[in-house]
């Protein structure tokens, strides 16, 4: 890979269904990472696709009375259409039924038959019409496939299989060699520990005479590619393989990261990591696999339980670039995280058009109003505006850090702190007095250091919000040229201040507010999230069960599901100054800033003992005092009177713990 390139992937989606929430999710971090390359000045390549091949595919073709290209060629309009809404730049959109990918599948399976790697056998395994694959007994739940809960049927057929357990051992000694190859650390640990058991031969094959719509073996014409061996091939067909002398291939490959869901990760951290080895190609550098949006109940959003949100609704009421934000602010990159329309609404009126949004339009109305239509050369600047430039230059540096690591929300967490503190500094140096009292060169001096502070921020919220981004720096009188300058110079810095010194004589524009406040949800989603706030029917009245203690009351199960438990990490720990049995924690729960959580705990545990410890907090109790100390949260530990342990999980913060 060439030194200033850089490669990302998302899967390709089945191209049955439409783009949902967790397809933007994935699609929108995977272009702000790219978006935020290129301005960096590198060489990208953002590839997404579809996967149209398989036995749901055929069988829809069918229902619509359609042959299946022709079906798939309908579907795929959907999803370029939705990535063209979403501001999705992509370099390349592969389809598996691009005529140089399935050259690609073709090539691989004969080379991999030719070395010994895939061979014919007979096989009885329980197929998952739902997942288009075999399971094994033991794999079964309740009898049922074990990722989406449909029946599955015995079947005994003769397919291909590839040599997938001869790597086991090698993929364990490069997964431990290399901590970072899956992120974030608990997906990893999930990963070894589906290893931990014999790996099995992968079945690659479907007979034509029951499943016909696939790429045809090469060695076989009787049968076509299993649809996950097929589909996992485009993240290479995609930059020219098996042409490894192809310019496109040395520039681009290993692949920076490959973004996922969760739900795909052992099809991808196993399968493709074997295929790849099997090939002699080197391993990705980094598979990432994100968690899930979750709805009320705390059950994972997706088109089969009905529970989707419509993301086109979101752009429609609130605008592209606040939905993009919404989704790489809210939560941690990798964690599951919990939707709902008034979460969406506090969140941009607080970020969107109080913060960022009133920064803005106080600088350009005051400065316009007082000093003309340019931005002014400074006055003479003191240590508030000094203060300025440092914590721009630490913005900058968090900023980049996370965001080149995929931390979205720590990157925008960091550059909101300088949002604020930027109308802070207007408040506190009031322009209106300086204004009133003819204090001009004071006055130019505190405007201009507040337009500045925009631009600096406008320019690193291109990745994230390029439309808003792109105005908001319009209105300075800075173009995307300008822009890329700008975080050139930024890159130059090693630590200390940013300058400060761009905009000196640019054109102002104050025009409409860049995101106007919503007093209430607009209409449409508001009779959403009314039949969603609806309470549920009473249940029917059921007879009465003897209590399980004579000290405890039985709940129901929906009185259960209003606990919210996450997983949380203990940052800090120290005495409680008013208690000798409790402990105050600071405590990271994929929020924003961690929790303050107040626990009797001393009898059984130092407060240096704790940091690190990975616990279980009910996150949705209210806040209460404890001796004076507020405590924002509750942790779950074993024991009666007096603590024996706490209960932990081994996930990162701010996962939802069922």
């Known amino acids: 890979m060439a030194e200033r390139s850089f490669y990302i992937t998302t899967p390709i989606y089945y191209v049955n269904g439409r783009p949902h929430i967790g397809h933007a999710y994935t699609t929108i971090a995977a272009d702000a990472i790219a978006r935020w390359h290129r301005?960096?000045?590198?060489?990208?390549?953002?590839?997404?696709?579809?996967?149209?091949?398989?036995?749901?595919?055929?069988?829809?073709?069918?229902?619509?009375?359609?042959?299946?290209?022709?079906?798939?060629?309908?579907?795929?309009?959907?999803?370029?259409?939705?990535?063209?809404?979403?501001?999705?730049?992509?370099?390349?959109?592969?389809?598996?039924?691009?005529?140089?990918?399935?050259?690609?599948?073709?090539?691989?399976?004969?080379?991999?038959?030719?070395?010994?790697?895939?061979?014919?056998?007979?096989?009885?395994?329980?197929?998952?019409?739902?997942?288009?694959?075999?399971?094994?007994?033991?794999?079964?739940?309740?009898?049922?496939?074990?990722?989406?809960?449909?029946?599955?049927?015995?079947?005994?057929?003769?397919?291909?299989?590839?040599?997938?357990?001869?790597?086991?051992d090698r993929l364990v000694a490069h997964l431990e060699a290399n901590p970072g190859y899956i992120r974030?650390?608990?997906?990893?640990?999930?990963?070894?520990?589906?290893?931990?058991?014999?790996?099995?031969?992968?079945?690659?094959?479907?007979?034509?005479?029951?499943?016909?719509?696939?790429?045809?073996?090469?060695?076989?014409?009787?049968?076509?590619?299993?649809?996950?061996?097929?589909?996992?091939?485009?993240?290479?067909?995609?930059?020219?393989?098996?042409?490894?002398?192809?310019?496109?291939?040395?520039?681009?490959?290993?692949?920076?990261?490959?973004?996922?869901?969760?739900?795909?990760?052992?099809?991808?951290?196993?399968?493709?990591?074997?295929?790849?080895?099997?090939?002699?190609?080197?391993?990705?550098?980094?598979?990432?696999?994100?968690?899930?949006?979750?709805?009320?109940?705390?059950?994972?959003?997706?088109?089969?339980?009905?529970?989707?949100?419509?993301?086109?609704?979101?752009?429609?009421?609130?605008?592209?670039?606040?939905?993009?934000?919404?989704?790489?602010?809210?939560?941690?990159?990798?964690?599951?995280?919990?939707?709902?329309?008034?979460?969406?609404?506090?969140?941009?009126?607080?970020?969107?058009?109080?913060?960022?949004?009133?920064?803005?339009?106080?600088?350009?109305?005051?400065?316009?109003?007082?000093?003309?239509?340019?931005?002014?050369?400074?006055?003479e600047v003191g240590e508030a505006e000094e203060a300025m430039r440092e914590l721009a230059g630490v913005a900058y540096r968090e900023y980049r850090t996370a965001i080149e690591g995929l931390q979205y929300n720590k990157a925008l967490t960091a550059l909101w702190g300088l949002v604020k503190a930027g109308n802070k500094y207007i408040d506190t140096e009031q322009p209106w007095r300086l204004n009133r009292d003819g204090s001009v060169e004071r006055l130019r001096t505190v405007m201009r250091t507040v337009q500045e502070v925009c631009a600096f921020v406008g320019v690193l919220l291109l990745p994230v919000m390029p439309n808003k981004a792109k105005e908001l720096l319009g209105k300075l009188g800075q173009d995307e040229r300008q822009a890329r300058d700008a975080l050139s110079a930024l890159a130059a810095l090693e630590g200390g201040p940013v300058s400060f010194d761009r905009l000196e004589g640019n054109p102002l524009n104050v025009g409409d507010p860049l995101f106007p406040r919503f007093r209430e949800l607009p209409p449409r989603i508001a009779k959403l999230f009314e039949a969603e706030s609806e309470p549920p029917a009473p249940p029917t009245p059921k007879p009465q069960v003897p209590k399980p203690s004579p000290d405890s009351d039985t709940i129901t199960f929906d009185a259960f599901k209003k606990v919210q438990l996450r997983a949380g990490t203990i940052l800090s720990a120290e005495k409680h100054p008013n208690a000798d049995k409790l402990v105050v924690m600071k405590v990271d729960v994929g929020e924003e800033r961690p929790r303050n959580i107040v626990a009797g705990i001393a009898n059984r545990f130092a407060p240096e003992d704790l940091p690190g410890r990975k616990i279980v907090v009910v996150v949705n109790l209210a806040p209460t005092k404890l001796r004076g100390v507020l405590s924002e949260g509750m942790l779950l530990a074993a024991g009666g009177k007096e603590v024996v342990d706490l209960v932990t999980v081994d996930a990162e913060p701010g996962e939802v713990v069922r």
């Open 39 to 168: 301005l960096d000045g590198r060489t990208v390549r953002f590839l997404t696709g579809t996967d149209e091949h398989g036995q749901k595919v055929l069988e829809k073709a069918k229902e619509r009375g359609m042959d299946p290209k022709a079906h798939v060629d309908d579907m795929v309009r959907h999803w370029k259409a939705a990535w063209d809404r979403m501001e999705i730049q992509y370099d390349h959109f592969i389809r598996t039924t691009d005529p140089h990918h399935i050259a690609c599948v073709q090539g691989v399976l004969q080379r991999l038959y030719d070395a010994g790697l895939i061979y014919k056998d007979t096989y009885t395994g329980w197929y998952s019409k739902s997942v288009e694959r075999f399971w094994t007994e033991k794999d079964l739940i309740d009898g049922k496939c074990p990722e989406t809960g449909q029946p599955v049927e015995e079947i005994t057929e003769t397919n291909y299989f590839f040599k997938m357990s001869g790597f086991q």
């Open 184 to 379: 974030p650390e608990s997906r990893k640990n999930e990963v070894l520990g589906f290893l931990r058991r014999p790996l099995e031969d992968l079945c690659i094959s479907r007979p034509k005479a029951r499943m016909g719509w696939g790429i045809e073996i090469p060695f076989d014409t009787e049968f076509v590619t299993y649809v996950w061996f097929d589909a996992l091939l485009n993240y290479v067909s995609g930059v020219g393989y098996p042409d490894t002398d192809d310019v496109l291939w040395n520039t681009f490959w290993p692949v920076d990261f490959h973004l996922i869901g969760k739900d795909i990760l052992t099809t991808h951290a196993v399968y493709w990591s074997t295929m790849l080895m099997a090939l002699d190609v080197p391993l990705p550098k980094c598979m990432y696999a994100h968690g899930w949006w979750m709805s009320n109940d705390g059950s994972k959003m997706s088109k089969s339980l009905g529970n989707v949100i419509d993301i086109n609704l979101l752009a429609d009421e609130f605008g592209v670039d606040a939905t993009r934000y919404f989704f790489l602010r809210e939560i941690a990159f990798g964690a599951d995280g919990g939707f709902t329309y008034d979460g969406f609404l506090t969140r941009y009126n607080a970020d969107l058009a109080n913060d960022l949004g009133n920064l803005a339009h106080r600088s350009l109305s005051m400065s316009t109003k007082w000093l003309g239509d340019q931005a002014p050369a400074y006055g």
